[in-house]
């Protein structure tokens, strides 16, 4: 997902029709520049070399988004293609997939299959704290911003749930709102990371971890 | 009629088609030449009917569709000076509706969400995953102009 809105002006995207790096290629009506899906890249014409900004988003399943979000609107065309679902996850196995971000030259993932064992990862991605978190129950991941207070928070999973050291506080993990505990009410910024095939992760990205 | 990546091709298959009717008159001729129990005239026969075939093909093709015919699926505001013109016009159009008017979704169906200034939409992974045209959504949440591809 990337903002349209450039500092000149608003772009409206299509798609190309071709895929470049096994990523697929998007062009803008404005000024036919193409941008290439995975990074957000414009790889040829005016615009060529410029970054879309990514915006945050989250692939999960529709019960848990729905669960999380009640009032949710939903973008939705008649369709029939039923394919993708969370069992694909369990179909392709976990180690088929990752979690990554990329900003220019620079892209960091983390394989699900780490993921699931760990379910609370600490790292850091251009020299800011971040937490990599992984809801076993609806298999989905998510990449934010650790808040600093002296030190920046360290997460934990304790008995199913996300948990800070320094608070004690209790998280959400998909919508990084604390919902109880010192911090409850708070929420951790989002980063925009995308889950993606590993294969074509590393296919656009081949300097990834 | 040139600024259609199908119809640009129309010499090569005008070549092609008299390659065609060329293989057609000398098969025909050594077909006549040939002693009447001969089995290389049964040879000489699947050719020029491969022949025939081929050219009827290529005139149904060129004859019966016009430029008009694959106007769906050009936009004539998206092509460039080096000739390339978008197959697909942006998608723009999508119509929102409140979640619970939205039974069809199955449960474990993926859908990436988005939250923007308190906004929440999801979009159905098998929505944009149906068509190459749908694969990128321009849409508007939270005063933001976003797209959302797959």
Known sequence: VYARQTEEQELTLGVAGSVFHGSMVLYDRETKSFWTQGDGKAVEGPLAGRLLHPIPSVLTDWQTWLRHHPSSTVALRAYANRGMTREVYEFMGLGSFVLGVSEGNFAKAWGFGELAKNGAIQDEWLGAPVLVVFDKGSWTARLYERPRTADPLTFHIVEGRLVDEQTGSMWQPLTGRAEAGPLAGQRLKPLPAVTSYRSAWYELHPDSN | ?150
């Open chain 2, 1 to 150: 009629m040139m600024e259609n990546t199908i119809w640009r091709w129309w010499p090569v298959g005008t070549l092609a088609a008299g390659l065609v009717v060329l293989g057609l008159l000398v098969t025909a001729l050594r077909l006549l030449a040939s002693p009447l129990r001969s089995r290389r005239r049964w040879g000489f026969a699947s050719l020029a009917t491969l022949s025939a075939a081929v050219l009827v093909g290529h005139l149904s093709l060129t004859r019966l569709l016009r430029p008009e015919d694959f106007s769906g699926y050009t936009t004539p505001d998206a092509s460039r000076s080096d000739g390339w013109t978008a197959l697909f016009p942006p998608w723009t159009d999508c119509p929102i509706r409140p979640a619970a008017a939205a039974s069809q979704i199955n449960s474990l169906e993926l859908v990436i969400g988005v939250e923007l200034d308190g906004d929440a939409r999801a979009y159905p992974v098998n929505m944009l995953n149906e068509r190459a045209e749908r694969k990128a959504l321009n849409d508007v949440l939270g005063g933001q102009a976003i797209a959302v591809t797959f």
